[in-house]
């Protein structure tokens, strides 16, 4: 019975891949001036990463590479042909985004920081320092990444919600992780389906069409090592990496920053996202709060801060405003 | 003297009916929102601190079988004692009286039924924050340990009340066992515009003004409480405090801020807990801290957001706990600044965990 199980739930993982590529391949057919075009590395390692590429629709634009969360897929850039991603490539960026579906990461995340995120910066920034935009989690990793394995490959840094300082998890999370890491799973059921809401969605302004897309095709199952290891980062409040845990690379990190803190965020919550700017004294990170209090629509989630109603017109210009800025140069301001 | 009169004119007239009908009308929406009376049990006692004032302590008895020691409970700014001991269903007061600890509530200086600034009796304005954890503190913990033969008292702060103790305790503060604080920030420059903008407020308050919250919260009374209301998105999750107790609340628990208070506090919107005179650094002095303390905060305290209670609670060098008042952490609605002390659902979601973590035995010493 496990292994069909098993099966069955490979079978679902592909049917989802299958069908988010297809959404994808209809919205970019829909969108004819916004071609979408897939590329697939292959690692020394046999591991594979998967990478959509949305072309700059000025000539000359930089490249950015936006990663979606783990358990993401790239839907929370880029939506029936509306999102983050069809904004920076209609202001002339190359936008490259990381696609999870299409990535192995058996590895675990010591694979993710020490492969995965490297060759995909590489190939985005084609060797050069490339600006990213880093979604929750698979956002501190890039963090991390940055200071070592891809050391050089940062340009500047958009990092959403993205947690350096963990606490145990909430019983919520912990429950999804410690059953292997089945976001997508969680759909199936209509308890499972509030228990996914309440971790990306609860109290966002999203349009039931992008709700309903989002746990069909938005949400993917995490491998069983890549939960296992978050639940080890949250329990510890360290994630533990081969040279040095998290917390001493971050001393090293130096990209100029955005932190956005939206208050809502249950998946990767706001307090262990703002020491970024302690942890990392040399990084000028500046950090912008997401609260109804400083007059915004709402206080923002997981998946809101991306693709929320009102995301466009209150969250994107930030992440725009840093992006364009100018030197990669980072004055140094101690050790 | 005859004083001549002469009878309105039309618009006159219309005007000064205006004004009658108005004042009716804010007279009877006003009807309702009486203050709950104190708890029967209660006991004001009359303190006095080392430079002077007066300060209201009230004991709430323990009921039934007394165990554990005396929690003085403090409130926050703008706030009185009544914040910690609103009515007989949202007392956290009352509810621990119930479980069996004394409880202790203070108002602090020009709050309450507290000594008021009054320059011509020897009490000047301008008292700041410092003011009031090197003065009214130890004043009340002191009453406490000399009436109830305890040696250490428990502690509880919500918002500034918990900011208090940071001060205190990081400054070599004695007499406390245990503490818990709600929603107390140890900064606030985490890029709000809201806050910035209210920093443009700043050159009209001086540090010797008394700010008259108490008479504008129970005008406002009766409008308080919608949902975009701004008072509302600051302090309360309306799906923990319905309209009616909010307003309620705003003519009992609401009192008066000193500007030097505001002024001071205000400095956290750069990232300072400090000192008025700049010169002593709390937040820094947080590492020295060793009295256990539980960091309580609320998901949807737009006031002292988590990642504001947060940096306390990463600061701290003693032995620590951390608890989110979340949905996705077993609440069934997440929490606002003031849901901690008025929530409907907060005597069975929160305050058991408190009073779990002030039931355990401190395994340290601070004299």
């Known amino acids: ?335 | 003297m005859i004083l001549q009169t002469r009878p309105p004119s039309a618009p006159r007239r219309r005007s000064a009916l205006l004004l009658v009908a108005a004042v009716g009308l804010i007279g009877s929406a006003c009807a309702h929102l009486q203050p709950p009376p104190a708890a029967p049990s209660a006991v004001e006692h009359r303190i006095r601190t080392a430079d002077g004032w007066e300060l209201s302590l009230t004991r709430l008895p323990a009921m039934g079988v007394a165990r554990g020691r005396p929690v003085l409970l403090v409130h926050g700014i703008a706030a009185n004692a009544r914040n910690l001991d609103f009515d007989e269903a949202h007392s956290l007061a009352r509810w621990l009286s119930r479980q069996g600890r004394e409880a202790w509530t203070l108002s602090l200086r020009g709050t309450g039924t507290s000594d008021r600034p009054d320059p011509a009796a020897g009490r000047p304005a301008g008292h700041d924050f410092d003011t009031y954890w090197r003065q009214d503190l130890p004043a009340a913990i002191e009453a406490i340990r000399a009436q109830t033969g305890a040696e250490r008292i428990d502690y509880v702060g919500h918002s500034m009340g918990g900011m208090l103790v940071y001060a205190y305790l990081g400054q070599g503060g004695k007499g406390l066992h245990r503490v818990v604080t709600m929603g107390s920030p140890t900064r606030l420059d985490f890029g709000s515009t809201s806050f910035g903008l209210a920093m443009g407020l700043q050159p009209v308050v001086s540090a010797g003004m008394q700010l008259p919250t108490r008479s504008l919260a129970r005008m406002n009374a009766p409008l308080a409480g919608g949902a975009s209301d701004p008072q509302t998105l600051l302090l309360i999750n309306p799906e923990n405090i319905p309209t009616e107790r909010w307003q309620r609340f705003m003519v009992t628990g609401v009192d008066d801020i000193s500007g030097a208070v505001l002024l001071q506090l205000s400095q956290m919107v750069f990232g300072a807990f400090a000192s008025a005179d700049g010169a002593v650094d709390y937040r820094e002095a947080l590492a020295r801290i060793e009295t256990p303390i539980l960091v309580v905060a609320g998901k949807l305290d737009r006031f002292c957001p988590p990642m504001a209670a947060w940096d306390a609670y990463r600061n701290l060098g003693g032995e620590k706990a951390w608890l989110l008042m979340a949905r996705t952490h077993g609440a069934e609605a997440d929490y606002g600044h003031m849901d901690f002390v008025l929530g409907s659902r907060a005597d069975t979601e929160l305050w058991p965990q408190l009073l779990g973590f002030l039931d355990r035995e401190a395994g340290g010493s601070d004299g």
């Open chain 1, 1 to 335: 019975m496990r292994p069909r199980g098993r099966k069955r739930a490979q079978g679902g993982a592909d049917y989802k891949r299958t069908a988010w590529v297809l959404a994808l391949l209809l919205a970019g057919l829909a969108h004819a001036s916004m071609p979408l075009r897939e590329g697939l590395l292959t690692l020394p390692s046999g591991e594979r990463v998967g990478l959509l590429h949305l072309p700059g629709q000025l000539p000359g634009g930089a490249p950015v590479l936006l990663v979606p969360d783990l358990g993401l897929t790239p839907l929370v850039y880029l939506d029936q042909g509306r999102g983050l991603a069809a904004t920076l490539a209609a202001a002339g960026r190359e936008v490259y985004i990381l696609d999870w579906s299409r990535t192995d990461t058996h590895g675990g995340l010591e694979g993710i920081v020490g492969r995965i995120l490297p060759a995909a910066l590489r190939a985005a920034g084609d060797g050069g320092p490339v600006d990213v935009v880093g979604h929750g989690y698979a956002g501190s990793l890039v963090i991390a990444a940055s200071t070592h394995e891809a050391e050089g490959l940062v340009g500047r840094m958009v990092a959403l919600s993205t947690p350096v300082e963990l606490a145990p998890p909430s019983p919520v999370l912990t429950g999804m992780l410690e059953g292997g890491g089945r976001l997508a799973d969680l759909a199936l059921t209509p308890g499972g389906t509030r228990t996914l809401d309440l971790l990306l969605m609860d109290g966002g302004t999203l349009s039931s069409g992008l709700r309903s897309r989002l746990r069909r095709v938005g949400v993917l199952n995490l491998e069983s090592r890549v939960a296992t290891d978050l639940l080890t980062w949250m329990r510890s409040g360290e994630l533990q990496l081969p040279d040095a845990p998290l917390v001493e690379r971050l001393r090293r990190y130096d990209r100029p920053t955005l932190l956005l803190l939206p208050l809502r965020d249950n998946f990767a919550h706001q307090e262990h996202a703002a020491p970024l700017r302690e942890l990392a004294p040399r990084a000028r990170v500046r950090s912008q709060q997401l609260s109804r209090l400083d007059g915004l629509a709402e206080d923002y989630t997981h998946v809101s801060i991306l693709q929320g109603r009102h995301a466009p017109a209150e969250v994107w210009p930030h992440i725009l405003r840093h992006l364009r800025g100018p030197a990669l140069q980072v004055e140094e301001v101690g050790p």
